[in-house]
């Protein structure tokens, strides 16, 4: 699961199960399918975003620190250029 979150109060903008991230060398490409209203919400706030992969055995966080966060409106596609990334592990009780 990919969340993305208002870095100030961690208000959610998006949740998705539909998403690619793509090594590119010092920097991880995210990419995932949304319309043009959660678009305009994310780009809003392109320069306070907390990106989190989740799953069953870690969370990962993700962080554009130069706000690279585009929206491809012919392919209805938001793709976020990060430039941080931090992994932890899930607790399990």
């Known amino acids: ?36 209203e959660t678009s305009s919400k994310i780009l809003n706030f392109k320069h306070e975003l907390n990106v989190f992969q989740v799953n069953e055995t870690e969370k990962t966080w993700y962080y554009s620190s130069d706000a690279q966060v585009n929206y491809q409106p012919n392919e209805k596609q938001l793709v976020i250029l990060a430039d ?10």
Do not use: A, F
């Open 84 to 93: 941080h990334k931090t992994v932890y592990p899930t607790i399990t009780p």
């Open 1 to 36: 699961m990919l969340l993305i979150r208002h870095s100030i109060g961690s208000r959610l903008l998006c949740q998705t199960e539909l998403y690619t991230i793509v090594n590119k060398g010092e920097r991880w490409e995210i990419s995932l399918p949304v319309d043009e």
